[in-house]
């Protein structure tokens, strides 16, 4: 069994800036085949979307959101088995929840290559 841990979550204003965590945990024979975390995020009414992947080996990133282009970095600490996800100037429209998940095999860019999720943590931005 595999458990993604996310945190760092929160309300700021426009302009202000937040780092979000996800911890890796369970089994070494199940964490080991993990090749990629992604975060995606989840605003109200409309579909989850991918905003960055990282290779958990490469160290290869993914940027599917243009809308974060230049002010979200994904990194990560092997040793901690911990994905980042730096967003500077938030602004209203990054609310959403915010989701970290990991995967195996398959495009990094198709969430339904993800087989583990966590569950999620809140980013709310508003003046």
């Known amino acids: 069994r595999v458990l993604l841990a996310e945190s760092g979550g929160g309300s700021v204003q426009p302009g202000g800036s937040l780092t979000l965590s996800c911890t890796v945990s369970?089994?070494?024979?199940?964490?080991?085949?993990?090749?990629?975390v992604g975060w995606f995020r989840q605003a109200p009414g409309k579909e989850r979307e991918l905003v960055s992947a990282i290779g958990t080996v490469s160290g290869n990133i993914q940027k599917s959101n243009a809308a974060v282009k230049d002010r979200f970095t994904i990194s990560q600490d092997s040793a901690k088995n911990t994905t980042y996800l730096l967003m500077n100037n938030l602004k209203i429209e990054d609310t959403a929840m915010y989701y970290c998940?990991?995967?195996?095999?398959?495009?990094?860019?198709?969430?339904?290559?993800?087989?583990?999720w966590g569950q999620g943590t809140q980013v709310t931005v508003s003046s």
């Open positions: 369970g089994d070494s024979g199940d964490t080991g085949n993990i090749r990629f």
């Open positions: 998940a990991a995967g195996r095999l398959g495009s990094w860019s198709g969430a339904q290559n993800y087989d583990y």
